[in-house]
């Protein structure tokens, strides 16, 4: 069964407090490490943007709970693809805090310093993620130049 990542960013129904961001990540972690699922979520602004990696039945199976969760609405796929490798593998559901999102790294990614992943293109989506890999320890830093073959792809979309 091939690997896939799915990236998909929603909208908070309600602005969630920060207990209830970690119910969230408490149930997705005990879930997905029994499917065998990792990934990110990133909250802010009443934005999610979150990743799954796994197997393909998998995410599939993950993906679909997750749209029927009435606390997020306006779901929408920013891609997905079939990857050769992980790049949460330490993660059940790695958290990426509000403070993750400075100014400077939201500049980078997007059009305003505001967290609106449904507005980013998938290539800037994929780029925040893996800046966020590096970040979160699972890339090395040494790791090679180039990003993964589906980054450059979607890039060179751009
Ligand atoms: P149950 O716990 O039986 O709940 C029944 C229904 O109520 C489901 O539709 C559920 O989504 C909804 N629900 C549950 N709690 C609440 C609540 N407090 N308020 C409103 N509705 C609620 N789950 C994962 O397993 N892996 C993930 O990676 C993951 N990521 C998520 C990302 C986001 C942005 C959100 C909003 C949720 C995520 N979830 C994730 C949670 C997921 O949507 C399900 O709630 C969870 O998987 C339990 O599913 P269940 O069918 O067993 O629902």
Redesign the pocket.
């Known amino acids: 069964m091939p690997l896939i990542r799915l990236t998909y960013a929603?909208r908070?129904v309600d602005a969630l407090t920060p207990p209830?961001v970690d119910?969230?990540?408490s149930?997705?972690?005990?879930?997905?490490a029994k499917?065998g699922?990792t990934?990110a979520?990133m909250?802010g602004a009443r934005e999610?943007l979150?990743c799954?990696e796994g197997a393909r039945e998998a995410v599939n199976a993950?993906y679909a709970?997750?749209?029927?969760?009435?606390?997020?609405a306006d779901v929408v796929i920013l891609d997905c693809r079939e990857i050769d490798r992980r790049w949460f593998p330490g993660w059940?559901?790695h958290h990426v805090p509000p403070l993750w999102s400075t100014r400077q790294r939201l500049l980078r990614y997007g059009e305003r310093e505001t967290f609106a992943p449904r507005t980013m293109s998938a290539g800037a989506a994929l780029a925040l993620l893996q800046d966020l890999a590096h970040s979160a320890g699972d890339l090395p830093e040494t790791e090679p130049g180039p990003p993964p073959a589906g980054l450059r792809q979607a890039a060179s979309r751009d």
Request: hydrophobic share 45%; no cysteine; proline share 0%.
């Open positions: 929603s908070a209830q119910a969230i990540l149930v997705s972690r005990t879930n997905n499917a699922v990934g979520l909250y999610f979150q799954l993950t709970r997750i749209l029927r969760d009435a606390r997020h059940g559901m």
